[in-house]
């Protein structure tokens, strides 16, 4: 599985972002996506997870009510709307997958990984 994060930039405490998740080499569809992210000197932290197959979503507390997880199978694509932004969700962000249908938040969990897409949100 390969998978191309983009999307980040610089943003204003409050604003938006959309970050973006290309997929490909995908054996089926029984695979978990998510997106983690990770600042210097931390280990990576789970965000967002979605199934590939069916779409059923889970959110860290931190991004409940302003994040939102999905995806768009036909163009492979995951995606990760990030909404009313706060200063400490500057981190680089990371997109990953693992083949199966059981839920995981752990990173260790997850074999595939995009290269992190740096968001910066200025207060």
């Known amino acids: 599985v390969q998978l191309q994060a983009s999307g980040g930039g610089l943003v204003q405490a409050g604003g938006s972002l959309r970050l973006s998740c290309a997929v490909s080499?995908?054996?089926?569809?029984?695979?978990?996506m998510a997106w983690f992210r990770q600042v210097p000197g931390s280990e990576r932290e789970f965000v967002a997870k979605?199934?590939?197959?069916?779409?059923?979503?889970g959110l860290a507390d931190s991004v409940k009510g302003r994040f939102t997880i999905s995806k768009d199978t036909a163009k492979k694509t995951m995606y990760l709307q990030m909404n009313r932004l706060k200063s400490e969700d500057t981190a680089v962000y990371y997109c990953?997958?693992?083949?199966?249908?059981?839920?995981?938040?752990?990173?260790?969990?997850?074999?595939?990984w995009g290269q992190g897409t740096l968001v910066t949100v200025s207060s």
């Open positions: 990953a997958a693992r083949y199966g249908s059981i839920t995981r938040s752990y990173a260790g969990d997850y074999t595939s």
């Open positions: 080499g995908l054996s089926g569809n029984n695979y978990q």
């Open positions: 979605i199934k590939w197959s069916g779409g059923s979503t």
